[in-house]
């Protein structure tokens, strides 16, 4: 597993993960360098448009990318990181503020990453998103009556199964225009959640940060 750690610019909620391991890869996406600044991370690459904030002057390893371009900021750093060879992606900054769009944006970036072998992990406030595709994934327990939501990436999820939660699923469909599976909770000390065809946006709710 060679981990790669993404900072953009939307709201930083705090590290639930630190960089520093051998072999990680730390890339700032545009004005997310002010979250590496604000936890003392220089990261191995500065890259973006530059339309939130300038680069430092003296920061050297910068990669300016053009305003106008297909993918976002953040996408770029992830394509960075699979060039490098990583597998394992945590996503700092990736929702809140003022910008919906790039929130489902990010969401839609880690359909993008799992389906070149990778996965990635979002982190928003106290809730921490991924995608799973034609599998199945365990969620432990870390909040009593903890929230967890699944949303349907596609035209459509087949065979869907939901264990150790409030309300269960059994090879149930889920669409996107039918939001079932929100607002869920997880009772057991390690849920799952499967399925069988398609794709699920899957998220859960964390402990609080000490720090909050």
Known sequence: MKRCFVFAAGTFYGLRERPGEPGDLTIAADAGYQACLRENIVPDLLLGDFDSMEPPADFRR??????????????????????????????????????LDHTLANLQSLLFLRRRGARGWLYGDDFLWTVIEDEALDIPKTVEWGLFSAFCLGDRAEGVNETGFQYPLKDAVLTPDFPVGVSNHILEPAARISVRKGALAVGWELPPLNSK
């Open 62 to 99: 910068v990669c300016r990318l053009p305003a106008e371009k297909d993918d976002t900021d953040t996408l770029a750093a992830l394509r960075e990181g699979l060039e490098a060879g990583c597998t394992d992606f945590w996503i700092y900054g990736g929702t809140g503020g003022k910008r």
